[in-house]
Structure formats: structure tokens, C-alpha cells
């Protein structure tokens, strides 16, 4: 088992997957598990995560993702959704514009790690018609899509991306 750090460090953009390798019921169970483990604003856990698994599914996300294949390609694509009004519930507008948003992509970074965790990969999916992926969804009124998780077997290792410095990230006060 990896430590943390070693599953940050090996945490890359997979766009090729094993064809013939299904994600098992039980690491799909656990990264979900770990999306919900998440922290959320008040533990309200103002999101919803929908697991689509099957190929025409799949392949009609392509096509509200700017024909973005891989997502077809990968035996599952999770979707993160931010749920405003459970936020706003508790904590009014400023919980409806933003701790909904911050609960659905902290729990999407969850479930980024724990597929690594769990010996696979995974790319991150923000680039998406809105309206396309709802109709193809049949999201629930109200619920926003955030972010998709394509997630298998990796078919291929990418090189490790640059990333800037230190000092050019952080500031000390």
C-alpha cells in the first residue's frame, strides 16, 4: 500500500485504458466510500456522485464533453454534482454559490486519490456542456454538474506534467 505521498506523486491524467479490464464492484465501492469521506461544508455532503457504467451511456457523455473519447473508453465515468439548495439550506446564499461547489470538488479529489489508491487511474473532466450533460443525465432540478472522473485500468503511463516552483505558488506572511 502506498503512502499518500507516493499516491499524489503517481497521480496522472489517464486517457488510455485496458480494454478488457472491468473496475471491480468492491475498489468502485471503496472510492465512492472515500468521495464520502470527503469534508463538506456543516457535513451536509452537498453533492451527488452518479456512476454510469454503461458503454451507450458513456458514449453520449462524449458527445456533451466536446467528443473528449476517453470517457467512452474508460469502464466508468463518475460525475459530480454540487446540490445548492441542501448548502443553501444551512447556510443561505453563500452556501448555494460556493460550499456546494467546494463540497462536490473536494469529494471529486477524493475519489481522484482513492482510484490511484486503488491501482488505477483516472482524468478529470470540467470541460462539458452543461445543459447537454443535465439532459443526458436526467439530473434532478436544482442539481449542478461539476466534474467527471473517468476511471480504469491504465493503459498507458504519461510522463510526469511540470509543475511551477514553490516560491511561485506560495506566499509567507
Not at 39 to 63: C, T
Amino acid at each position: 500500500m502506498w503512502d499518500f505521498f507516493e499516491t499524489v506523486r503517481h497521480r496522472h491524467s489517464i486517457r488510455k485504458y485496458q480494454p478488457d479490464m472491468a473496475v471491480e464492484p468492491e475498489k468502485l465501492s471503496a472510492i465512492l466510500e472515500m468521495a464520502c469521506a470527503a469534508p463538506s461544508a456543516g457535513d451536509l455532503q452537498a453533492y451527488r456522485i452518479i456512476v454510469v457504467r454503461d458503454l451507450a451511456d458513456r458514449q453520449m457523455l462524449v458527445n456533451s464533453c466536446h467528443q473528449q473519447n476517453f470517457i467512452a473508453e474508460a469502464p466508468v465515468c463518475l460525475v459530480f454534482c454540487a446540490d445548492p439548495a441542501r448548502s443553501e439550506s444551512v447556510f443561505s446564499e453563500r452556501g448555494a454559490k460556493l460550499y456546494a461547489l467546494q463540497d462536490a470538488t473536494i469529494a471529486a479529489t477524493y475519489a481522484q486519490l482513492a482510484i490511484v489508491a486503488a491501482g488505477m487511474g483516472s482524468t478529470w473532466v470540467g470541460y462539458f456542456e452543461e445543459d447537454k450533460l443535465r439532459e443526458i443525465l436526467k439530473l434532478e432540478s436544482g442539481l449542478v454538474p461539476v466534474a467527471l472522473l473517468s476511471l480504469g485500468y491504465p493503459a498507458e503511463l504519461p510522463e510526469p506534467s511540470s509543475r511551477r516552483r514553490l516560491d511561485e505558488v506560495v506566499a509567507w506572511r
